[in-house]
């Protein structure tokens, strides 16, 4: 079945530096894969979507790899605020689109 | 606001009562997920709807859960005989008008306890 992991423990990083989360993923081949962040005691939101012929994708501060090979995207926060943080969540899509499946996520803390 | 709304945003249940969950997704979006979600993971799917049609339902939705999205608008997720293992956030999603399926929207949810 498939598996998506991300790092479990939280990021702690200083204001101004590059955050750099991962996600893993086995047994699948996703066309599409997306981050969201979460907030507490909200749902998740949209961030950014890569293609699975798609290297890298960049929007303002973000920026996205895909590496299909190594089944692996990154995900990075340059310049980071503490308003950044959040728990990040990465998801990958079924055929058809009829379902999405969603990593744990990884908790990001931007300290002043 | 024009985004996903879901109703009641908290929900206190005692174990064996019924519950029904309400959501209003965004209006042009013709796809709409349920998902639940416990503290520290991630969603997992419970059910997709296009339109009407409930085509997608998550081998974990034992068959005391139900959902419906009559006339393709809003939908309702019901759950019956409740257990303490079903507290969680349940969240709804929309997709699709010009936003297209990818992006999904989520409403706050609604945060389920059973004692």
């Known amino acids: 079945s498939q598996k998506i992991e991300q790092n479990s423990e939280a990021l702690n990083i200083q204001e101004g530096k590059t955050a750099t989360l991962t996600c893993n993923y086995t047994?699948?081949?996703?066309?599409?894969l997306q981050w969201y962040r979460q907030d507490p005691g909200r749902g998740p939101v949209f961030l950014l979507l890569i293609r699975e012929n798609e290297k890298e994708k960049r929007k303002e501060r973000l920026k996205v790899t895909f590496d299909t090979t190594l089944k692996q995207s990154l995900f990075h926060i340059t310049a980071s605020q503490p308003a950044d943080s959040a728990t990040y969540l990465c998801?990958?899509?079924?055929?058809?689109?009829?379902?999405?499946?969603f990593g744990s996520g990884t908790k990001l803390n931007v300290k002043p | 606001d024009t985004g996903v709304s879901q109703d009641p945003r908290h929900k206190i249940t005692k174990r064996g009562q019924n519950v029904t969950f309400r959501c209003d997704p965004i209006s042009e979006h013709n796809r709409l997920y349920w998902y639940r979600q416990t503290l520290g993971q991630g969603p997992e799917f419970l059910t997709y709807?296009?339109?009407?049609?409930?085509?997608?339902k998550s081998r974990l939705l034992s068959d005391r859960f139900s959902a419906e999205r009559p006339k393709g608008s809003f939908s309702t997720l019901e759950i019956q005989r409740t257990e303490q293992g079903d507290s969680a956030m349940y969240l709804c999603?929309?997709?699709?008008?010009?936003?297209?399926?990818?992006?999904?929207?989520f409403g706050s949810g609604t945060q389920l306890s059973v004692l």
């Open positions: 999603a929309s997709s699709g008008g010009t936003e297209g399926r990818e992006k999904l929207f």
């Open positions: 998801a990958l899509d079924s055929d058809n689109f009829n379902k999405f499946y």
């Open positions: 709807f296009q339109n009407e049609a409930q085509l997608e």
């Open positions: 047994n699948y081949s996703p066309a599409y």
